[in-house]
């Protein structure tokens, strides 16, 4: 079986101690009784370590961890994001750009972040204060940024559970247009498109008109707009209107899951995520069975990816593959460091980045599958090109997929198994931040650690209360400006300081040896040169391309036909503003608050502490087995 530990394994010679020939120790003691004192020399160059901060939870089990980590990076954005990225971008000529970045990009700042949560077991603000305290700004902007996310991503699984909800009917309610709120051009799914149609209703006088029109818009999208959003009741930003009170009761079930999952730390989280985690990978095989047997299935699976090579000659679709890449895997958003910090501290993290990061892309790409072979058959259905189906983002979930789920018999348990999916996939990626926010704070702020509960319920009122202008008439198009805006630009922004901050500047040494040292202390070897370069040089640059593609390609945001008025453009700026605007006002915080001269204040702040002070330091080990100063072959 090859190694790839990169220890020397020369053979012991005879009379060597029996823990030399598993490690490749060269080495024969001269004494019996000096060879505990020889295997301590040689631990201490391997420098593994059993080391832990006393008294901080740890994951019940490593697959709480795993699927924790999966949970949160398989999110609703691989259902209804990736799949149309993959089509719009040369189809399975996309996968190559995709990969590029993947390997190049995301998984390094996946693996690097993990790393850094592990090593020194802290939260995304208290880990600058051990790494660069200047930077510390990096992780309130992170924290921020989960803060602002789950605003509106709470809102939108919101919608998922009302959906669920509804599903428990024999007809569902999507599928007819018998509903007050529908229109005279709605049409059922199951019957298709009508054109030229006689249409009679009764007017606001109570006269009865009949016209001829042509019924081109599905019982779906009237539902999701209309019954669900009820978005015609609303002007805009500048009028929200009423509350919708089945959405915010739905937001408050969210909400209560959250808490009752959450408020007892990480291993009632780590439990929960058994079942979210790994439920929709049921649901998806399911569906994909189930769509590859529908007629039209094979157009839509070959237009999802049919090559266009001449796409990889646009510059855009290589900033499309990097962007996708970067928020699938999450970094950024202080989730995968508060996970890691609850890692053991010899935990093989390299192992778990690259399994963890794998899954979720593999998990995008089979999405894939399922989403076209139903697209393709309403395609098919409805005799339309499928780029017109095609689509993107809530339409595709809400809109486009039950529409056909409303044409298959079982349309009701087909709806129940697909919206709970949604739940579930919404439910682990919300977990994961409000977890980021509360291991931040519980390690900055000692009264927060000991209040975990009520700072927690706390938490989810104040998210109550905002959300009663998300879950208004008007509330999709706050949803949709934050979406657009809370996370996109600072996220890019933290990870790019992140990434220079660890691999430039901690240890003031040589570029990128103290994380190299940190993992080798871990894990027993040092990460590769590959990861050193990308920690370097590719992942900050492929971060800097993407934003300035962002702006200059940036545009004032129109949702369906309405167009964003340019205080709702400063507000979006602005929230994206507050979260970067922590690394700079923090990075001055610090040098104003230091005494010295100027060039002292900064070398003070550059410098990394002490990380694992006298009282944390536990003795060396190897593999988690802890060395005692007598020979190890004693008994």
């Not at 409000?434 to 998210?463: H, M, Q």
Request: aromatic share 16%; charged share 15%.
């Amino acid at each position: 079986m090859p190694d790839h530990s990169g220890m020397d394994h020369t053979v012991a010679p005879t009379g060597a101690d029996p823990l030399c020939k598993v490690y490749g120790f060269n080495m024969v003691p001269e004494e019996p009784e000096s060879q505990g004192t020889l295997v301590m020399e040689q631990a201490s160059r391997i420098r593994l370590s059993t080391r832990q901060i006393e008294g901080r939870e740890t994951w019940g089990k490593k697959i709480d961890f795993l699927l924790s980590v999966i949970g949160f990076c398989v999110d609703l954005g691989n259902v209804w994001r990736f799949p149309y990225m993959c089509y719009k971008n040369g189809g399975g000529a996309f996968l190559i750009p995709y990969c590029v970045m993947l390997i190049f990009g995301g998984i390094p700042l996946f693996y690097l972040e993990l790393a850094l949560g592990q090593y020194n077991q802290s939260g995304a603000i208290t880990v600058w204060d051990k790494v660069c305290p200047i930077f510390k700004g990096i992780g309130y902007a992170m924290v921020l940024v989960a803060f602002f996310v789950d605003w509106y991503y709470n809102v939108i699984i919101s919608y998922a559970l009302y959906y669920f909800f509804a599903s428990f009917t024999r007809q569902v309610p999507w599928s007819v247009c018998d509903h007050d709120y529908n229109t005279k051009y709605c049409f059922e799914p199951s019957n298709g498109p009508e054109y030229y149609a006689n249409v009679t209703y009764t007017d606001e006088s109570g006269n009865e008109i009949t016209e001829i029109v042509n019924k081109t818009v599905s019982a779906t999208t009237e539902y999701y707009e209309r019954g669900v959003l009820q978005m015609h009741h609303s002007e805009g930003l500048g009028n929200l209107g009423s509350i919708v009170w089945p959405l915010l009761l739905s937001l408050l079930a969210v909400y209560v899951i959250c808490y009752f999952s959450l408020w007892k730390g990480i291993k009632q989280s780590g439990k929960v995520v058994w079942f979210t985690a790994t439920f929709p990978y049921v649901v998806l095989f399911c569906l994909l069975i189930r769509g590859v047997t529908l007629p039209g299935s094979a157009e839509g699976i070959a237009f999802y990816l049919k090559p266009n090579v001449t796409k990889l000659g646009e510059a855009q679709v290589w900033v499309d593959a990097a962007t996708q890449v970067y928020f699938s895997l999450g970094p950024g958003f202080g989730v995968l460091l508060a996970f890691s910090s609850y890692n053991q501290f010899n935990n093989n993290i390299q192992r778990d980045a690259m399994l963890t990061s794998i899954i979720n892309c593999a998990t995008s790409f089979l999405s894939g599958f399922v989403v076209f072979s139903v697209l393709g058959y309403m395609s098919l259905r409805n005799d339309i090109p499928i780029e017109k189906v095609a689509t993107e983002g809530p339409g595709l979930v809400f809109v486009t997929y039950p529409e056909a789920l409303a044409t298959m018999p079982g349309t009701s348990i087909w709806s129940i198994l697909f919206f709970l999916m949604l739940v579930t996939l919404g439910l682990d990626s919300s977990f994961g931040g409000t977890e980021a926010i509360l291991t931040a704070l519980s390690d900055e702020f000692r009264l927060v650690k000991t209040n975990r509960k009520l700072v927690l319920l706390l938490l989810f009122l104040f998210y109550m209360l905002v959300g009663l202008a998300f879950t208004s008439q008007g509330g999709t198009y706050l949803v949709f400006l934050f979406d657009n805006f809370a996370a996109q630009y600072a996220i890019l922004t933290a990870v790019f300081f992140e990434a220079i901050a660890v691999s430039w500047f901690y240890g003031l040494t040589i570029p990128t040896e103290r994380i190299s040292d940190n993992i080798a202390e871990m894990i027993g070897s040092r990460p590769a040169f590959f990861w050193r370069i990308c920690w370097l040089f590719l992942c900050p640059i492929m971060i800097v391309v993407i934003l300035i593609f962002g702006l200059m390609n940036f545009e004032n945001l129109e949702l369906d036909g309405y167009p964003y008025p340019d205080w709702s453009m400063a507000l979006g700026w602005l929230i994206s503003c507050t979260s970067i605007s922590f690394i700079p006002l923090m990075a001055i915080y610090k040098f104003l608050n230091t005494p010295g001269t100027a060039m002292e204040r900064i070398i003070h702040n550059l410098k990394t502490p002490q990380q694992w002070p006298e009282g944390t330091e536990l003795e060396n080990g190897m593999n988690g087995m802890v060395l005692g100063n007598k020979p190890v072959t004693d008994v």
